[in-house]
């Protein structure tokens, strides 16, 4: 306000271009703090976005997605993918959009703080699926642990950090394809995908034998 004023003071025209240089200047810090919560506010809803991509592709491609099973134990699995290539249990998480993500001798770190905890906890959530799926179907099978990144400032992705794969959601997707970790038959797929239905359960829920 001082420098408007002495602006129109020196010269009325100077004035003038300084205040719409001002109000530009305010507009511009307001429309990007808003344009950030709203990508912020999509990403929390990443869960619910991954499951509309993961049906308009894999699933098309013989793919199978369960949502929201529970991990005994473990929490939840966001999404389990059953495929011709493996298994791969999906993390959503969101963070906001300055946030850095970047892998720094194979840890993740974000805004520079290890995520350790978070990381060891999805790890073992999906080793504990895959035991579980195992012994229900009787079939050898590793469940793959990767974290969907919605938001953030994510470096050279996909990358590998903690032994978990991150990615933006559509570069996740083209990574399950492009890299198996298992060679199922459509039966096999069948298999897996009713044995995951009966060990991981929605909400805590057990289902009874067939």
Known sequence: MTLLLCGALVDPVFGVVLAVLVAAGDAYFHWHGYNAAKVWRRGLRG???????????LERRGHRVLHSRTVPGHGTAD???VGPGGIWLVHNDAWHPEMEIVAHGGKLFIDGRTKSRMVREIAERAATAGRLIAERAEIEVKVVPVLVVHGGK???????ADSIVFAPPLKMIR??????VADFSPEDIETITRAAVHALPIGGRTMTAD
């Open 175 to 180: 990574w399950i394809r492009r890299h198996p």
């Open 79 to 81: 999404q389990l993918v």
């Open 154 to 160: 994510v470096r050279k992705a996909p990358f590998r």
């Open 47 to 57: 869960e619910e976005r991954m499951g509309r991509l993961l049906r308009h592709t």
